[in-house]
């Protein structure tokens, strides 16, 4: 498509269950990071893939964090168990190899009650 | 944890005056780049400025870049009520591994009509 593509854009959920958010990149971005932005604050770094290879993973905050890319296009952040603190926009962004800009999709808010 | 800063956290001006946010960051960076964020909405990229110069313009916006302070400048000119969103600076200091920009807090812009 046109841009990056993230779904579901809204997504409530109680404690403890999990969630899966979705990011379709723009075709042929070889690049694709996965942010989250807690309310008033900038994107924070989670993940980083290179086609299907997950080149950083340092700023997943626990091991209930998981993402995947598995044929290099799709990405999928899933997060288990999910605790209040987890409440937040997850931005998805990817960009071509090489390049400097990066283009966002619009994001999925979470919400844990 | 965030690397740039930018500061104020908040501005509130009139349209038809000119707005300017600042950012410091801490490490070497090849780049920095400015991106603005509409309420509930995606960063959208606006300029890149690369560590070897000083200062960039592109339309209403004005960049600068001093390494040696380790700072950067945002002026946009002759505002706008369509002005109003959030700006991030973002810092590239890839080292053969890592690509991700690190993004600041963020300064929240209100342009008053």
């Known amino acids: 498509g046109a841009g990056v593509s993230q779904s579901p854009r809204y997504k409530v959920a109680k404690r403890g269950q999990d969630v899966a958010l979705r990011c379709d990149p723009i075709s042929g971005h070889v690049s694709l990071f996965w942010y989250q932005q807690a309310l008033g604050q900038g994107p924070e770094f989670l993940t980083y893939f290179q086609n299907e290879a997950q080149l950083d993973k340092s700023g997943l905050p626990s091991d209930r964090f998981f993402a995947e890319r598995p044929e290099g296009s799709v990405s999928t952040l899933k997060i288990q168990r999910t605790q209040q603190e987890d409440s937040a926009v997850y931005l998805c962004?990817?960009?071509?190899?090489?390049?400097?800009?990066?283009?966002f999709g619009a994001g999925s808010r979470l919400t844990v009650l | 944890s965030q690397q740039g800063e930018e500061d104020p956290q908040a501005l509130s001006i009139q349209e038809g005056e000119n707005a300017t946010m600042n950012c410091s960051y801490k490490?070497?960076?090849?780049?920095l780049q400015w991106y603005r964020q509409n309420s509930g909405r995606g960063l959208v990229h606006l300029i890149l400025i690369r560590s070897n110069e000083r200062e960039k313009h592109s339309g209403r916006l004005r960049v600068t870049l001093d390494t040696s302070k380790k700072s950067s400048s945002l002026l946009i000119t002759a505002s706008r009520a369509a002005d109003t969103a959030s700006y991030f600076c973002a810092t590239d200091a890839s080292r053969g591994g890592s690509e991700k920009l690190v993004f600041g807090k963020g300064t929240k812009l209100t342009v008053n009509p």
């Open positions: 490490t070497s960076i090849n780049n």
């Open positions: 962004a990817s960009r071509l190899y090489g390049a400097n800009v990066l283009t």
